[in-house]
């Protein structure tokens, strides 16, 4: 047993009973208790009066916002024809549009078989939309061996960042700090890898 293990393990556990240096706020929480038992009591439905109910709230309530903002945004501003309308236009399209655009910023090709085999698309429908994109000058295609690759094309990679342009005041600092501050609630649900089995405040162990 390491020498970290050791201090861990002989840390005297009645010692937690002792500290209240983390709750700055009692008399809140004895509120929220209240509310919680007769919420309970009434019909087993909790109100979102806990952080943690906050928390996945702020969070439920900027993304919502971001990605509703973001389709008013492609509806009302982005041309009704070019590379976002035709990648846009169907689920299929748009996963192809992004693996062409990461592709080609990782200056690497896509084939019709990876593209199929890693967001289970059919191999003639990827084909098609492949080719599609190559005629519309969407896509570069290249032979190699008795296969072909693709990448996106200058037009294709504009088109992807002329979206970010836009859409990037959407990302404000709240939405950030919603989705960080609800990430750190994740961490503490007792849900595998999520759980923080060094949580030394869970005074029931």
């Not at 809140?28 to 943690?52: C, E, M, R, S, Y």
């Not at 994740?186 to 030394?200: E, I, R, S, V």
Request: glycine residues 4%; contains cysteine.
């Amino acid at each position: 047993m390491t020498k970290d293990n050791s201090e861990i393990k002989n840390w005297d556990k009645d010692l937690n009973k002792t500290f209240d240096f983390h709750d700055i706020n009692p008399q809140h929480w004895t509120n929220v208790n209240d509310d919680i038992v007769q919420a309970l009591k009434v019909d087993g439905v909790i109100p979102p009066v806990t952080f943690a109910a906050h928390a996945t709230l702020n969070h439920l309530e900027s993304e919502l916002e971001y990605e509703l903002l973001r389709m008013k945004q492609r509806m009302a501003k982005e041309d009704q024809y070019g590379v976002a309308y035709y990648f846009r236009s169907t689920y299929p399209k748009y996963i192809i549009w992004m693996l062409l655009c990461q592709a080609t910023v990782q200056q690497k090709l896509l084939s019709v078989t990876s593209v199929s085999e890693d967001y289970g698309l059919s191999e003639t429908a990827v084909r098609s939309i492949f080719e599609e994109a190559t005629d519309s000058g969407y896509a570069h295609k290249t032979k190699v061996d008795r296969g072909y690759w693709y990448c996106a094309t200058n037009i294709t990679m504009r088109g992807y960042v002329k979206r970010l342009q836009t859409e990037a005041m959407f990302h404000t600092e709240q939405k950030m700090d919603h989705l960080q501050t609800f990430k750190s609630f994740l961490k503490y649900l007792p849900a595998g890898d999520n759980y923080n089995k060094n949580n030394w405040f869970d005074l029931t162990k």
